[in-house]
C-alpha cells in the first residue's frame, strides 16, 4: 500500500491488485486521492473477474450480473456498425 501514495504509471495496476487482496475503497482513497466512484468501478471489476474466473473452461451458468455493461461493448460496436 506503500507504493500507492505517490502517482506512477504501475498505480491503477497496484490498486486492482489490492482489492484483488481485499483492500477497502476508503483505505485506498486515503492513499491515492482518487474518488471512491473510480475506485469502486475497479473494485466491481475485480468482483467480475473472480467471477467468471471461477467457470475456467466453461461458460457461467448465467452471465454475471453486469457483465454486459463492465465494457460497454455491445454499445460501441452498435455505434461503429451504424456510423460505417
Known amino acids: 500500500m506503500q507504493r500507492l501514495t505517490h ?3 504501475e498505480r491503477q495496476f497496484l490498486m486492482y491488485e489490492a482489492l484483488r487482496r481485499g ?9 491515492t486521492y ?4 473510480f475506485i469502486q468501478q475497479m473494485k466491481e471489476l475485480v468482483e467480475l473477474e473472480e467471477e467468471i474466473l471461477q467457470h475456467r473452461g ?3 451458468p448465467r452471465r454475471p450480473a453486469g457483465a454486459g455493461q463492465a465494457g460497454r461493448v455491445s454499445r460501441i ?3 461503429r456498425s451504424c456510423s460505417a
Open 23 to 31: 483492500a477497502d475503497v476508503q483505505a485506498l482513497y486515503e492513499k
Open 77 to 79: 460496436g452498435t455505434w
Open 58 to 60: 466453461g461458460l457461467p
Open 34 to 37: 482518487i474518488k471512491p466512484w
Open 7 to 9: 502517482a506512477t504509471s
